[in-house]
């Protein structure tokens, strides 16, 4: 396993506002690129909520040059250091300045209770991040687009339907969580199954209150035991082992709330989504398991600037750190066709 440091940090200084510093040691899950700079970042939500980030900049931006951005977030329960940190580094090496950030209340974003989410907070995280973005020197403020992974692909659809200034939005192995939440997967859950869902979760609210902790979620099993779906045992892959594990990451070292799946149950993120007029591009694995978010999520999209890119033989994890299968230069010509 590589081995996880911590930062030491060799600066601090204001920028717009909020706090940047230079990081001397590495403490992601893949190896740095010499073609781009990187700095940790902190920025405020419209909550209150301080989020950090990873600012990757390419090298040789001269001072008075504006670059395109993109803010990128994911997969569901990972951290920067993992996915979204190697999308953000790879697209950072293609000319774009990118923003790879911790939602709230996880990794080392700020927010309590721990481990929670929340379709409305976690949709405001990415209008945030376009909120740093628009005020960095270095940054074209109409030239910024977001870019989300696994369940942060769907909160990057829904805030690119309320968010105006997002100018283009790309999915990579998306899922709906509101919509794996309430009706399980491939909408298996009926009424009755919902309704005992409820009342599991609004029982475990009032025993939190009593006990004041919160509960945990289960979460990916410590060893597999051969019987999991595959889709577990991807999963289990890239969290549990050297190739994706990140001590901060939820899905490798930690549980999420139990009651954290209420907000998530009694909403569908995507209700708006036929409204977004900007360009997107909604990217899946051939075998993966939740291809269908993506095929169901591209049907509803309206206008003629929408694509949906389905990657020969690749499952869902595959999209989160197989540069192989990824299509780094897909999405590079997408954001530069777009972020023009």
Known sequence: MKKLTTFILSAVF???????????????????????????????????IVLAGDLYIPKGVKKGQRLPAIAISGPFGAVKEQASGLYAQTLA??????????????????????NIASPDINTEDFSAAIDFLSNQANVDPNKIGVLGICGFGGFALNAAAIDTRIKAT?????????????KGYFDTMDAKARLALKKTLNDQRTQDFKNGTYAKAEGLPQKLTDNEPQFVKDYWDY??????????????????????????????????????????????????????????????????????????????????????????????????????
């Open 14 to 48: 204001l920028i717009g506002g909020s706090v940047m510093v230079t990081a001397k040691k590495w403490d992601k899950t893949f190896e740095k690129s010499n073609d781009v700079i990187s700095k940790r970042v902190n920025f405020t939500n419209r909550f209150g």
């Open 93 to 114: 090496q293609k000319g774009f300045i990118t923003l790879a950030f911790d939602p709230s209340y996880t990794g080392e974003s700020k927010g309590k209770p721990r």
């Open 170 to 182: 790309v999915t990579s192995t998306m899922y709906d969580m509101t919509r794996v939440s309430a």
């Open 239 to 340: 969290y549990k082992t050297p190739r994706g594990f990140h001590k901060r990451s939820i899905n490798s070292n930690g549980n999420w709330n139990t009651t954290s799946s209420l907000s998530l149950i009694n909403l569908p993120i995507l209700a708006y989504s036929s409204e977004i007029e900007t360009p997107v591009l909604l990217i899946h694995g051939e075998k993966a398991h939740s291809k269908y978010f993506s095929e169901d999520a591209f049907n509803k999209l309206t206008g003629t600037n929408k694509k949906l890119l389905i990657v020969p033989g690749a499952n869902h994890v595959d999209l989160y750190d197989n540069s192989d299968k990824i299509p780094f230069d897909e999405i590079e010509h997408f954001y530069k066709e777009y972020l023009k």
